[in-house]
T-cell receptor, first 114, second 111 residues
Framework: ETGVTQSPTHLIKTRGQQVTLRCSSQSGHNTVSWYQQALGQGPQFIFQYYREEENGRGNFPPRFSGLQFPNYSSELNVNALELDDSALYHC?????????????FGPGTRLTVL | QKEVEQNSGPLSVPEGAIASLNCTYSDRGSQSFFWYRQYSGKSPELIMSIYSNGDKEDGRFTAQLNKASQYVSLLIRDSQPSDSATYLCAANAGNNRKLIWGLGTSLAVNP
């Protein structure tokens, strides 16, 4: 069974640029959630995708957008990057159905905005 | 505003002792509760989930849930230095699969 994978592991961008983060969900999982975690903070929910549809969104501006593909992999896109977007971004997948809320995290992507 | 609250710590215990981590939640509709461990710079790792009132044991870990009092706790027996990490508590937000997270409790196990 393959776990959750994310790419890239690290990246550096400058303010105003756009970035795409990618996530492959664990085999058999149809739900993907994205989180932002700033240093010293708990994960902040960005949004969730279930069977290719957005299924809940946190308090993030529209410049944070996402996609889920038929194979349940997912992308997080952030436009017009700001310095405060520097954080660790997590993707977590869950199986759906009973026990659907148990989320399994990928290794994360560290984004630095200069 | 639905919240999950934890003491930030740091909680410091000697090796071999029991570490007790606590969490309270505000949404009475929450049904699923989770404890994750996070090492610095790494992603959260699931330790345990709990859905029913009472205790649930898994190895050195015991989760306790009291829905009437809206608290969840995690006990770590025979604490090891490798248990030193931040422990995150999460609860689902009602019917949505969204999880609400606490800020985490930092645990230090001293040899």
């Amino acid at each position: 069974e393959t776990g959750v994978t994310q790419s890239p592991t690290h990246l550096i961008k400058t303010r105003g640029q756009q970035v795409t983060l990618r996530c492959s969900s664990q085999s058999g999982h149809n739900t993907v959630s994205w989180y932002q975690q700033a240093l010293g903070q708990g994960p902040q929910f960005i949004f969730q995708y279930y069977r290719e549809e957005e299924n809940g969104r946190g308090n993030f501006p529209p410049r944070f957008s996402g996609l889920q593909f038929p194979n349940y992999s997912s992308e997080l896109n952030v436009n017009a990057l700001e310095l405060d977007d520097s954080a660790l971004y997590h993707c977590a997948s869950s199986p759906g159905g009973g026990g659907a809320d148990t989320q399994y995290f990928g290794p994360g992507t560290r984004l630095t905005v200069l | 505003q639905k919240e999950v609250e934890q003491n930030s710590g740091p909680l410091s215990v000697p090796e071999g002792a029991i570490a007790s981590l606590n969490c309270t939640y505000s949404d009475r509709g929450s049904q699923s509760f989770f404890w994750y461990r996070q090492y610095s710079g790494k992603s959260p790792e699931l330790i345990m989930s709990i859905y029913s009132n009472g205790d649930k044991e898994d190895g050195r870990f015991t989760a306790q849930l009291n829905k009437a009092s809206q608290y969840v706790s995690l006990l770590i027996r025979d604490s090891q230095p490798s248990d030193s990490a931040t422990y995150l508590c999460a609860a689902n937000a009602g019917n949505n699969r969204k999880l609400i997270w606490g800020l985490g409790t930092s645990l230090a196990v001293n040899p």
